[in-house]
């Protein structure tokens, strides 16, 4: 079975301002994709960045940058330069290779402080 | 219109009362899905349709039923719900199914339906 983990439940941090958001997950498939949904107040979630697991490079969207450990099964987002519109919930979601379902962490929130 | 978009927005229901969610994707998306969202709970996946025909029912209980007339529609009928399933209903699609070698993996989501049983 697949599961996410995200233990940090609640994150605040200054506009402009750098925030890592922690990720952790366990699976033994070696076929798999991981993301990171973005969940803005009352909007519709939205596909934050990607990574396949058979890439050894962290996938980059903009300010958006993930720092992928494949061993320690763990996959971090990096926020840079912290916008008010960062303010959301912040989803780790997990998919096996050849699989249909999707397995979201419980979520975190994040709020940028003007 | 635009994306997918979910009707109603809130929807409160008692117990024996029957409603439907209704979810309309105009993105061209061939794969549907619908998700439960609770408080403090991961998003649970409840259904999957691949052009038209259900592929996933993660053990949902049959007080939910969908349906599924075509790619651009999905219906999720209630029936005689329970309070603990007051939630989050939230619609997605995608272009392929996600298990399919074409599939990106991502989802578009509805704003989603909030839901309270009484």
């Known amino acids: 079975a697949q599961t996410v983990t995200q233990s940090q439940p609640e994150m605040s941090v200054q506009e402009a301002e750098t925030v890592t958001l922690s990720c952790t997950y366990d699976?033994?498939?070696?076929?798999?994709?991981l993301f990171w949904y973005k969940q803005p107040p009352s909007r519709q979630m939205i596909l934050v960045i990607r990574?396949?697991?058979?890439?050894?490079q962290n996938a980059t969207e903009n300010r958006f940058s993930v720092n992928f450990q494949k061993a320690a099964k763990s996959f971090s987002l990096k926020i840079s330069d912290s916008q008010l519109g960062d303010t959301a919930m912040y989803f780790c979601?997990?998919?096996?290779?050849?699989?249909?379902?999707?397995?979201f962490g419980k979520g975190m929130k994040l709020t940028v402080n003007p | 219109e635009t994306g997918v978009t979910q009707t109603p927005r809130h929807l409160v229901m008692g117990m024996t009362n029957k409603k439907s969610l209704k979810c309309e994707q105009h993105?061209?998306?061939?794969?549907m899905y619908w998700y439960k969202q609770s408080a403090k709970k991961p998003l649970e996946l409840m259904f999957v349709?691949?052009?038209?025909?259900?592929?996933e029912n993660n053990s949902v209980p049959s007080r939910f039923s969908p349906e599924c007339p075509n790619s651009s529609h999905l219906f999720l009928h209630l029936h005689t719900l329970q309070p603990e399933d007051s939630a989050l209903y939230l619609c997605?699609?995608?272009?392929?199914?996600?298990?399919?070698?074409?599939?990106?993996?991502?989802?578009?989501f509805g704003e989603g339906s909030r839901l309270t049983v009484l």
């Open positions: 993105l061209g998306h061939n794969a």
């Open positions: 699976t033994s498939e070696n076929n798999y994709y």
């Open positions: 990574q396949e697991a058979y890439k050894q």
């Open positions: 349709y691949n052009f038209k025909e259900q592929t």
């Open positions: 997605a699609s995608s272009q392929d199914r996600l298990a399919g070698v074409t599939g990106t993996g991502e989802l578009f």
């Open positions: 979601a997990l998919l096996k290779g050849g699989s249909e379902k999707l397995v």
